[in-house]
Nanobody, 115 residues
């Protein structure tokens, strides 16, 4: 059974930082592209950052220079370090594991940035 469990969300003031973690189980973690996505109220889910099995990263323009994605294959975990947070970063953040046409999702963790 595939499980992706996010943690690390919370309430933070604008300009602050949070580090999200996602622990995976039930998959051959090393071969999956891992990603962070977010969905704000009334908006569609959007990609924030992805990291391939070879640790090549890709970021949405709106987080470049502020967020960093990383992975630890030994721990089967992926992280999102979020710095210089803005109120518009408020959303539910989801972890995803993707390979070919398959995708698995976590339940999400709420991030709220106050102004």
């Amino acid at each position: 059974q595939v499980q992706l469990q996010e943690s690390g969300g919370g309430l933070v003031q604008a300009g602050g930082s949070l580090r999200l973690s996602c622990a995976a189980s039930g998959i051959n973690f090393n071969i999956f592209t891992m990603g962070w996505y977010r969905q704000a109220p009334g908006k569609q889910r959007e990609s924030v950052a992805t990291i391939t099995s070879s640790s090549r990263t890709n970021y949405a323009d709106f987080v470049k220079g502020r967020f960093t994605i990383s992975r630890d294959n030994a721990k089967k975990a992926v992280y999102l370090q979020m710095n210089s947070l803005k109120p518009e970063d408020t959303a539910i953040y989801y972890c995803a594991a993707q390979i070919l046409s398959n995708a698995y999702w976590g339940q999400g963790t709420q991030v709220t940035v106050s102004s």
